[in-house]
């Protein structure tokens, strides 16, 4: 099942069911998930919050619910997308209950807060979309042509790939899509009318709306005159025919639905692996692209690969569209260099200041460094290059983990249970990462049976993309190492320090 994320990218719905799959196909898929809907969740997190720092906070937390509630046999019941952005939405009232409110925006916490807002089935407090109801009568598929086909403008040949369906197929049922939606909201405007009148003014309403020689009538604009359910249902109709972006956005995101369409968010395409390609896991690191086939070549032929892109200036990122491919047949010897990844060996005993380029095989694409993932493997910290370890090898409850230099040693050896949220251990398997409920306890090892427990949320920790270790009690923190061999759950600063990667297995 894994070949479904390496080979074709799989729709959303096959997505959802290899979440609930063992381990080693869940990671995969919520890695898929994250590159896929990421941009959107984190666009519409930073409508909901005050800053990058929390909409990072929001969205992080977003996929690490989704996730679990899916695992735990949650379906969504709008396109995936939509069941993401309306998730963003429930964490937000969520915070407005605690300290984390400051980091909201303020006027989404003055609805928030707003005594007598009625809410979303199971999310109390946020405002429901007026067109939600509407569009989960329809069916799935309909959803999907309606949501990514018209609301978000994605590409046919994505929209296919999400839906399972064939670019001729979303060209062809996007714009009848829409229409049923139209229909729909006709029909639950005048199901909750009590008065008998509205069914015969159907079809006046449909002919009043029509987009070429639409038909006025006195008589509905007198009945509309006292009737919302009909002027309601006109206006849906209108506003669908007119602006229908803009309609949809506000009719099924609870907040800041306009603001979200004008983001102009374009998400990461699905991954169409060619021959050689890399896996799709390997292209993840949040907001860095690769611009050219091998990073093992070094600072030194950044000048020959920018003559050979015609790219104005060494740091410049074009669009990971717009990046024709780049066969690369040259070999250098650098000098070493800062980088935020750990340093790769160098194939010479003594590095040159310069890079004499020679001609030789096309090298093969070197692998981005991966987060800790559900293999049993090293974890390993980008700054110290220091390995996540239980001190001592003392296997009991309450033991510290500390760092150290890294060794064969199973204590060394961690893998993430996607499906329960926690770093379990290789030396026993018995045994989870703790966070001891606190941001300023450090951090030790627990029985993971108590993950199912009153006190669950102190071994569940979210991995990002970018190999922050993640708190369930405090997600705005991450793993950090602190003084000699101490860890800490400081708050995120995107450093290097925060980064682990996988190690040897």
């Given at each position: 099942?894994?070949?479904?994320?390496?080979?074709?990218?799989?729709?959303?719905?096959?997505?959802?069911?290899?979440?609930?799959?063992?381990?080693?196909?869940?990671?995969?898929?919520?890695?898929?998930?994250?590159?896929?809907?990421?941009?959107?969740?984190?666009?519409?997190?930073?409508?909901?919050?005050?800053?990058?720092?929390?909409?990072?906070?929001?969205?992080?937390?977003?996929?690490?619910?989704?996730?679990?509630?899916?695992?735990?046999?949650?379906?969504?019941?709008?396109?995936?997308?939509?069941?993401?952005?309306?998730?963003?939405?429930?964490?937000?009232?969520?915070?407005?209950?605690?300290?984390?409110?400051?980091?909201?925006?303020?006027?989404?916490?003055?609805?928030?807060?707003?005594?007598?807002?009625?809410?979303?089935?199971?999310?109390?407090?946020?405002?429901?979309?007026?067109?939600?109801?509407?569009?989960?009568?329809?069916?799935?598929?309909?959803?999907?042509?309606?949501?990514?086909?018209?609301?978000?403008?994605?590409?046919?040949?994505?929209?296919?790939?999400?839906?399972?369906?064939?670019?001729?197929?979303?060209?062809?049922?996007?714009?009848?899509?829409?229409?049923?939606?139209?229909q729909a909201c006709l029909r639950t405007r005048?199901?909750?009318?009590?008065?008998?009148?509205?069914?015969?003014?159907?079809?006046?309403?449909?002919?009043?709306?029509?987009?070429?020689?639409?038909?006025?009538?006195?008589?509905?604009?007198?009945?509309?005159?006292?009737?919302?359910?009909?002027?309601?249902?006109?206006?849906?109709?209108?506003?669908?025919?007119?602006?229908?972006?803009?309609?949809?956005?506000?009719?099924?995101?609870?907040w800041a639905g306009t603001a979200y369409v004008?983001?102009?968010?374009?998400?990461?395409?699905?991954?169409?692996?060619?021959?050689?390609?890399?896996?799709?896991?390997?292209?993840?690191?949040?907001?860095?692209?690769?611009?050219?086939?091998?990073?093992?070549?070094?600072?030194?032929?950044?000048?020959?690969?920018?003559?050979?892109?015609?790219?104005?200036?060494?740091?410049?990122?074009?669009?990971?569209?717009?990046?024709?491919?780049?066969?690369?047949?040259?070999?250098?010897?650098?000098?070493?260099?800062?980088?935020?990844?750990?340093?790769?060996?160098?194939?010479?005993?003594?590095?040159?200041?310069?890079?004499?380029?020679?001609?030789?095989?096309?090298?093969?694409?070197?692998?981005?460094?991966?987060?800790?993932?559900?293999?049993?493997?090293?974890?390993?910290?980008?700054?110290?290059?220091?390995?996540?370890?239980?001190?001592d090898a003392d296997l009991g409850n309450g033991?510290?983990?500390?760092?150290?230099?890294?060794?064969?040693?199973?204590?060394?050896?961690?893998?993430?249970?996607?499906?329960?949220?926690?770093?379990?251990?290789?030396?026993?398997?018995?045994?989870?990462?703790?966070?001891?409920?606190?941001?300023?306890?450090?951090?030790?090892?627990?029985?993971?049976?108590?993950?199912?427990?009153?006190?669950?949320?102190?071994?569940?920790?979210?991995?990002?993309?970018?190999?922050?270790?993640?708190?369930?009690?405090?997600?705005?923190?991450?793993?950090?190492?602190?003084?000699?061999?101490?860890?800490?759950?400081?708050?995120?600063?995107?450093?290097?320090?925060?980064?682990?990667?996988?190690?040897?297995?």
């Amino acid at each position: 099942m894994v070949q479904d994320i390496q080979g074709d990218p799989p729709p959303d719905a096959r997505l959802t069911e290899l979440l609930r799959a063992p381990a080693p196909t869940a990671y995969p898929a919520l890695q898929e998930l994250r590159t896929r809907h990421h941009p959107a969740v984190l666009g519409h997190a930073r409508l909901c919050t005050t800053g990058d720092a929390a909409a990072r906070r929001l969205a992080t937390q977003t996929f690490s619910t989704a996730a679990r509630e899916i695992a735990h046999g949650a379906e969504p019941v709008v396109p995936l997308r939509h069941h993401l952005l309306l998730l963003t939405a429930r964490l937000a009232a969520d915070w407005s209950h605690d300290e984390r409110s400051a980091a909201l925006d303020p006027t989404l916490l003055l609805v928030l807060n707003s005594s007598g807002t009625r809410g979303i089935p199971g999310t109390p407090g946020v405002p429901p979309p007026p067109l939600l109801p509407a569009f989960q009568s329809l069916p799935s598929r309909t959803q999907g042509l309606v949501w990514y086909g018209v609301l978000d403008r994605e590409p046919a040949e994505r929209t296919a790939t999400y839906l399972g369906l064939t670019p001729e197929d979303v060209r062809y049922d996007t714009p009848p899509a829409l229409q049923s939606l139209a229909q729909a909201c006709l029909r639950t405007r005048l199901a909750a009318s009590d008065d008998p009148r509205c069914a015969d003014f159907r079809r006046l309403i449909e002919e009043s709306v029509r987009p070429e020689n639409p038909r006025h009538s006195p008589d509905l604009h007198a009945h509309m005159a006292r009737c919302p359910h009909c002027t309601a249902a006109f206006e849906d109709l209108t506003a669908l025919r007119d602006a229908p972006r803009e309609t949809l956005a506000e009719g099924l995101l609870p907040w800041a639905g306009t603001a979200y369409v004008r983001l102009g968010i374009t998400p990461a395409p699905p991954t169409e692996p060619g021959p050689g390609a890399a896996p799709p896991r390997e292209r993840r690191l949040r907001s860095r692209r690769l611009l050219l086939t091998s990073t093992a070549l070094g600072v030194a032929l950044v000048p020959l690969l920018l003559f050979l892109l015609n790219r104005p200036a060494p740091h410049t990122r074009p669009p990971a569209a717009a990046t024709p491919p780049v066969q690369v047949t040259v070999t250098a010897t650098v000098s070493p260099s800062p980088s935020p990844s750990p340093a790769r060996p160098s194939h010479s005993p003594s590095p040159s200041p310069s890079a004499t380029p020679t001609r030789s095989a096309t090298p093969t694409p070197s692998a981005t460094p991966k987060p800790p993932g559900t293999a049993y493997a090293q974890v390993v910290n980008a700054a110290t290059a220091r390995c996540l370890d239980i001190r001592d090898a003392d296997l009991g409850n309450g033991t510290d983990v500390v760092t150290a230099p890294c060794s064969a040693s199973p204590t060394q050896r961690w893998r993430v249970d996607t499906a329960r949220g926690v770093l379990q251990s290789a030396a026993d398997p018995d045994f989870c990462l703790d966070s001891r409920g606190s941001v300023d306890k450090g951090v030790g090892i627990w029985s993971c049976a108590s993950v199912d427990g009153d006190h669950g949320d102190n071994l569940r920790f979210t991995v990002t993309p970018d190999g922050e270790i993640c708190p369930e009690i405090a997600l705005e923190t991450a793993l950090t190492p602190t003084g000699a061999d101490q860890l800490s759950l400081s708050p995120v600063n995107d450093g290097t320090g925060q980064h682990w990667r996988a190690g040897a297995g």
